[in-house]
C-alpha cells in the first residue's frame, strides 16, 4: 500500500480555497458586456440573472468589456458574493449574486481527494480516484482536452469522470489538473494570452514529479493527444494511450473536421466557407475580428472554445519531434468509429508517425464510440446526439477494460 504517494499533491490542498463559479457566459455587444448564456443550475439562475441582461455595474463600478472584468464575474472565491446592476427591457434591476462552491464530487467505492501542485509559482486543483480501500500501485494521469472548463465533475455524469471511475475500480489511481485560472486553480486566467500548452504541460508534469508514483501511465484525449509526448519527456511514464488524436498539421486537422460536420449538416458547401476563413485565421495570421469585419460569411467560423494562445501552440507543436523526445514507451492509439471530429485515416498516421520515433511500439485499435467517448458507433448517431438535449449514448463501457488491460501488460 502507497500512503505517501501523494503527501505533496494533498498538503498543498488546504492552501489553495475553493472557487465558486457564476454559469455565466459572457459577451460584448454594442459596446456592452452582456449575458450570452447561463447554466443551468449555477449560481447566476439562482441570483435570477438571464440571457440577453446587460451587465452595468459590479459592487457600484461601471462595468467594462475586458477579459480581466468578465472574470470577476465567472469565478469567486467560494463564498463570496457581488452585487450587479442588469439592464433587462429598459429597466434596471439590482442583482446579489452568491458565488457558492459545487459540491465534492464523489462516487461510491472510490476515494476522490482534492489536492494541489505548484506550477509556475502557481497552484493547481488536483482530483485523484483511488480505490477506497486506499491500495494501488499504478497512476494514469489524464491530460485533457481544449477548453477552459473545469475538468470537476460533482455529478460524476460526464463520460471522462465515468472512465476514471471504471479505471479507479480495477486498481488504478487516476489524476486529473486542472488548466491555469480553470477550475479552482491559481494563476492567470485559462482564456488569456498568458494560457497556453506550455502551462498546461508543466502543470502535468509537476503533478508527475510530485507524485512520486512508480508507475506512471499517460492517457490523453483529443487535444491532449497532442500533450502526451511533451508531458512523458524525460519521465518515467510505463505506457501512453491516446484517443480522438491529430497526426499532421493544426490547420489542415480543423478544415477536416469542419468538412466532416458540414457533410453530416448537409450543407457540403460550407466547407470552402470555412476553409477560405481558417486559411485567414491561422495561416495568415490575421485577427477573428477583423476577419469578420471583413467577411461576415466568416462569424463565428474563426472562433474556437480554445484561447488564441493555445490556438497558436497548436500551429507551431511539431508531433513528430515531440514524439522523438518522448520515452519509448508502448503506445496505444485509440479511433472511435462514430468520431466525426477525426478521422481512422488521422489515427493511423499517429501510428505511423510514433512508430518511426525511434522504432517506438505503437498500434491502432478501433471502437464503437464518439470522440466524446460515448457509445455512438457511427459519425451520423455522434453527431445527431450532439443536437439533441441529453440524447444520446453514454460512455462505452468497455473503454476502461481495454485501457487497463494494455497498461497492465506493459508493467507485466
Known amino acids: ?15 489553495l480555497p475553493r472557487v465558486g463559479r457564476s454559469g455565466l457566459a459572457l459577451t460584448a455587444h454594442d459596446g456592452s458586456l452582456v449575458v450570452a448564456q447561463v447554466a443551468a ?70 476515494a476522490i481527494e482534492y489536492g494541489a501542485v505548484n506550477a509556475g509559482g502557481h497552484l ?28 470537476e465533475s460533482p455529478d460524476g455524469n460526464n463520460p471522462e469522470a465515468q472512465l476514471l471511475y471504471a479505471l479507479t475500480k480495477l486498481g488504478f489511481a487516476t489524476l486529473r489538473v486542472e488548466k491555469t485560472g480553470a477550475g479552482d486553480s491559481q494563476g492567470p486566467p485559462c482564456y488569456s494570452e498568458a494560457g497556453g500548452i506550455e502551462q498546461e504541460v508543466d502543470g502535468y508534469r509537476a503533478a508527475v514529479e510530485a507524485s512520486g508514483a512508480k508507475d506512471v501511465f499517460l492517457f490523453g484525449h483529443s487535444a491532449g493527444a497532442s500533450l502526451a509526448p511533451l508531458v512523458a519527456r524525460g519521465l518515467p511514464v510505463r505506457a501512453i494511450a491516446l484517443t480522438g ?42 485577427p477573428a475580428g477583423q476577419i469578420e469585419r471583413e467577411d461576415p460569411e466568416c462569424r463565428r467560423r474563426v472562433r474556437f472554445d480554445s484561447p488564441p494562445s493555445y490556438v497558436a501552440g497548436w500551429l507551431k507543436l511539431d508531433l513528430a519531434h515531440a514524439w522523438r523526445q518522448a520515452p519509448p514507451a508502448p503506445v496505444l492509439v485509440l479511433y472511435g468509429a462514430g468520431d466525426f471530429v477525426t478521422s481512422k485515416e488521422l489515427s493511423q498516421g499517429l501510428v505511423s508517425l510514433i512508430n518511426a520515433a525511434h522504432s517506438r511500439r505503437a498500434a491502432l485499435r478501433i471502437l464503437p464510440m464518439d470522440h466524446g467517448l460515448r457509445a455512438n458507433a457511427t459519425p451520423r448517431e455522434a453527431f445527431a446526439a450532439e443536437r439533441t438535449p441529453g440524447g444520446g449514448a453514454g460512455l462505452y463501457r468497455s473503454l476502461a477494460a481495454i485501457v487497463a488491460k494494455f497498461f497492465n501488460r506493459a508493467v507485466s
Not at 124 to 149: E, F, Q
Request: glycine content about 8%; overall charge positive.
Open 1 to 15: 500500500m502507497r500512503l505517501a504517494v501523494f503527501f505533496v499533491l494533498v498538503s498543498n490542498a488546504a492552501e
Open 41 to 110: 443550475d449555477s449560481n447566476a439562475t439562482r441570483a435570477g440573472i438571464a440571457s440577453g441582461d446587460a451587465i452595468v455595474s459590479v459592487d457600484g463600478q461601471p462595468a467594462t468589456v475586458t477579459l480581466e472584468f468578465a472574470q470577476t464575474l465567472i469565478r469567486q472565491p467560494a463564498g463570496s458574493e457581488k452585487s450587479l446592476d442588469i439592464l433587462r427591457a429598459g429597466k434596471t434591476i439590482p442583482i446579489r449574486l452568491r458565488f457558492a462552491a459545487p459540491p465534492p464530487e464523489h462516487h461510491p467505492g472510490i
Open 124 to 151: 493547481r486543483r488536483t482530483l485523484l480516484t483511488r480505490p477506497a480501500n486506499g491500495k494501488y500501485d499504478r497512476l494514469i494521469v489524464w491530460i485533457a482536452g481544449s477548453g477552459c472548463s473545469s475538468q
Open 245 to 286: 488524436a491529430m497526426s499532421g498539421g493544426f490547420f489542415d486537422y480543423v478544415v477536416a473536421m469542419r468538412r466532416r460536420e458540414a457533410a453530416l449538416a448537409g450543407t457540403p458547401s460550407e466547407a470552402a466557407i470555412h476553409e477560405r476563413c481558417l486559411r485567414r485565421l491561422l495561416l495568415d495570421g490575421v
